[in-house]
């Protein structure tokens, strides 16, 4: 029986402590009966003892400046879809969804318009014009490249805007000997892009990793998609998935025909495959 106003050890393995104000609480089954007064007091020392909640990292700005918002214009030059995707070299390659340029195919003299994030908390100019290179409606990948840019009213080689006035472009850096998914299961996601639900600036929706989908092969499973947590509508495709630290893991997609569906991830080394013949 501790006297009162004394502080006691409540719990040895925490090292909790609580100030016993007048007779000494009553065991019930083993435990400690407490009054509001020392709860609250054990609340304050834990927080003491074990620190607050770590908070979750951020992607840094100059990965988020990679990804782009793109639109595809029929004869008229009328938006008739549009979607997001991210730089992945100092080329000038864009990588997308194909859904979100799939509307191109039917209007493929028109370049498709690239609007950079030039700062996330602003709607991006919609400065630049990019053809496409490749398409695989099978794994819902699109490979375009920058190849114009606005300059007093016209448009100008990015050839030779480079040589009037060189400029650096933020891009992801993808490492094409990667063959895994480079996340793990319940590891945190961020998902960047421009859905149509998100307004005019960029989007940027905390996730996690829910599980795998692989392909069988002769030897092992390989890598296809990454399931998350997010729930993805027909106009968040394309943009990027990263870690906490910013690491590009891969593409979201939109993998059925319904309004909703749960949000898939195309996996880094299906990206790889797709790049490597063409960068």
Request: glycine residues 8%; neutral net charge; hydrophobic residues 40%.
């Amino acid at each position: 029986g501790a006297p009162a106003g004394t502080l006691t050890l409540i719990d040895s393995d925490r090292g909790v402590f609580c100030l016993i104000e007048g007779p000494p609480p009553e065991i019930l089954s083993g435990s400690m009966l407490l009054r509001p007064s020392c709860i609250a007091l054990i609340v304050v020392v834990g927080t003491l003892f074990f620190g607050a909640p770590p908070a979750s990292a951020a992607v840094p700005t100059s990965t988020l400046t990679s990804v782009v918002k793109l639109t595809v214009q029929n004869d008229q030059l009328k938006t008739i879809s549009s979607g997001a995707g991210i730089v992945i070299d100092g080329d000038g390659h864009v990588l997308t969804s194909y859904q979100a340029v799939k509307a191109w195919e039917a209007f493929k003299k028109q370049p498709i318009t690239i609007c950079p994030t030039i700062d996330p908390f602003i709607e991006p100019r919609c400065t630049h014009q990019a053809t496409v290179i490749k398409l695989s409606p099978a794994h819902d990948l699109a490979l375009l490249q920058i190849r114009a840019v606005q300059h007093n009213g016209s448009w100008m080689s990015i050839e030779e805007q480079r040589l009037r006035q060189p400029q650096t472009s933020s891009f992801v850096r993808i490492h094409p000997t990667t063959t895994t998914e480079l996340v793990e299961l319940g590891e945190d996601l961020a998902i960047v892009g421009y859905p149509s639900t998100g307004g005019t600036t960029l989007t940027y929706t905390k996730s996690s990793v829910t599980g795998f989908v692989r392909k069988p092969s002769k030897t092992a499973s390989v890598p296809w998609l990454l399931k998350t947590e997010s729930k993805f509508t027909s106009t968040a495709i394309g943009g990027a998935a990263f870690t906490d630290e910013g690491v590009f893991v891969g593409m979201p997609t939109h993998t059925s025909g319904t309004k909703e569906a749960l949000g898939h991830v195309i996996s880094l080394p299906v990206i790889i495959s797709f790049v490597k013949d063409t960068l």
